[in-house]
Structures are given as C-alpha cells and as structure tokens.
C-alpha cells in the first residue's frame, strides 16, 4: 500500500504583490509578503487598519488574484490557475468562516452545516459531524433554521460547516466580530481545540488582541508587508505590539 505525504505547509505566499486601482488612485495593498502556514497551526493575521490582512487572507485563499508573486494551497500553486480550477481547489481543501455567517436563511442548521459536502456529492462522516456538533453544543439546534438561532450559535454552524469536511486549511475573517464577549471567547476556545486536538490548520484575521492570543503564532503587517510575528502570544503582549504600530 502506498501512502500520498501530507504536505508539511497547508499554505504559502511567495513575494506577493497585490495592486488595486490604477494611476494615481493606486494602492498597493501587498508589497512583497513572503509567508509560510504550517499545518496544524493557529495563524492569526494583525495590524492596523488599511494594512493588508483582508487582502492577504483572500489571496492566500484564492478568492482573489495577486498582481505578482506565487502562493500555494496543500503544495498546489494557485496563482496560475484557471478561475474553474482555483474554484476546485477552494472546495477541496478550504474551509471559510466570515464574520456575516453566510448561513441560507431557508436551510436548517444541519442542512446549512453539510451543503458544502452536499455540493461535491461527498457522504458526511457520521461521527466526525457528532462529534463537532457536541463540542459545539449544537446538538438540539439541528432543525432550526438561522433566523431561529442566536448570534453565537449562527457562527456556530458557521464553524461546523467549515470544520466538517475537514478542510486542509480554513481561513477566518474576524470570525468573533459580530458576537458578545462569551460567545467569541467560547467560538474561539472551540476554534483553537480544533487545531489542537484534531489537527486543524486555521489562519484567522483579526483588530481584537483578545481573540488574536488564541492563536500559535500572529502575524503583523503593516503598509502590506510583514513586519513582525509573535508566538505563543498573551493579549497584553499583542497590545503592546500594536501599540508601537501606532494603535
Ligand atoms: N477592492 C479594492 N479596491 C481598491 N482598493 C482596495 C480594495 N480592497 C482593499 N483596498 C485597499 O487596499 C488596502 C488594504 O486593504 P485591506 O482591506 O486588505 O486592509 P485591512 O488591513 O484588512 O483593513 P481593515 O482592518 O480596515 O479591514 C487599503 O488601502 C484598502 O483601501
């Protein structure tokens, strides 16, 4: 029998530059980031506002193009493929959580939670999905549709729809944004078990030092290029970075 090896790194950049707008209107959102996701770990993306980390997030996602420079998803190179193609590797091996849930407002939560795996024809892990519903604590949400759910637990199912196919690597976008204090500290308790306990590889954008010293290791950019990292960070550590970033 033959084994495939897992790729060491689920996500990389290589010199990416990323230009909106043309002529005086230009920006340069990224400007020659190098950066390498190890499996297995909690990224969190920082920096003030302006700085790039939405910009970085999509581009290493593959929701949108870079101007130059190369990245990687599970050691495919991604950046010079077709727009079929990147759609493919997002659904294989990407898992999204984004601040506005993107739940369909018509499906229950279990139906919202396995659509992704519906889509590809994929059957769902009956254990594996019971298991995230449990830690989750959605078991007797399953039926309900969004509109009956709270905040939390709408991000939630945001969460185990991601988590359910076990994607090589998820990308968050202040996935805590919209929640109260306790149901973003429990979302990220459960975000951060999830790459402890099962292996996961989640890269997380955040403004908020609290939810970012969830992570292994954050990244800081600044004016789109990668200035610092920090690991195994505390909130007050983080806050202090920010604050010689001038926020
Ligand atoms: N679609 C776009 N068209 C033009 N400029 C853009 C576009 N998207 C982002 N930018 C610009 O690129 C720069 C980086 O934006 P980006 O959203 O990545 O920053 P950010 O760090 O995520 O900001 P925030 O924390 O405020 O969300 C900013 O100057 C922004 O105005």
Do not use: C
Not at 77 to 89: D, K, R
Not at 108 to 116: F, G, S
Not at 123 to 137: N, P, R, S
């Amino acid at each position: 029998m033959t084994t495939t090896a897992a790729p060491a790194l689920a996500a990389t950049m290589r010199d990416g530059y990323k230009d909106y707008g043309f002529g005086d209107a230009a920006v340069r959102a990224l400007n020659g980031v190098n950066v390498d996701i190890a499996r297995s770990e909690f990224t969190a993306i920082m920096g003030p506002s302006g700085s790039g980390k939405s910009t970085l997030l999509h581009t290493l996602a593959g929701l949108d193009r870079l101007t130059a420079g190369a990245s990687t998803i599970a050691d495919t190179t991604i950046t010079t493929l077709s727009e079929a193609q990147i759609t493919e590797v997002r659904r294989k091996y990407i898992g999204f959580v984004f601040q506005s849930f993107n739940l369909i407002p018509s499906l229950t939560a279990k139906e919202n939670i396995t659509l992704p795996l519906d889509i590809s024809g994929t059957d769902v892990d009956k254990a594996w999905f019971d298991e995230i519903i449990g830690i989750l604590g959605l078991g007797d949400r399953l039926t309900h549709l969004p509109a009956e759910l709270s905040g939390g637990q709408q991000q939630r199912v945001a969460v185990a729809r991601a988590l359910v196919s076990r994607p090589e690597i998820i990308f968050a976008d202040e996935p805590s944004g919209n929640l109260d204090s306790r149901s973003g500290a429990e979302l990220l308790g459960f975000m951060q078990r999830a790459v402890k306990e099962f292996g996961q590889t989640i890269v997380m954008v955040t403004h908020d030092p609290t939810a970012a010293s969830y992570a292994d290791r954050i990244l800081f950019l600044e004016d789109g290029q990668i200035v610092d990292e920090m690991r195994e960070p505390t909130a007050e550590r983080v806050l202090d970075r920010m604050k010689q970033m001038g926020h």
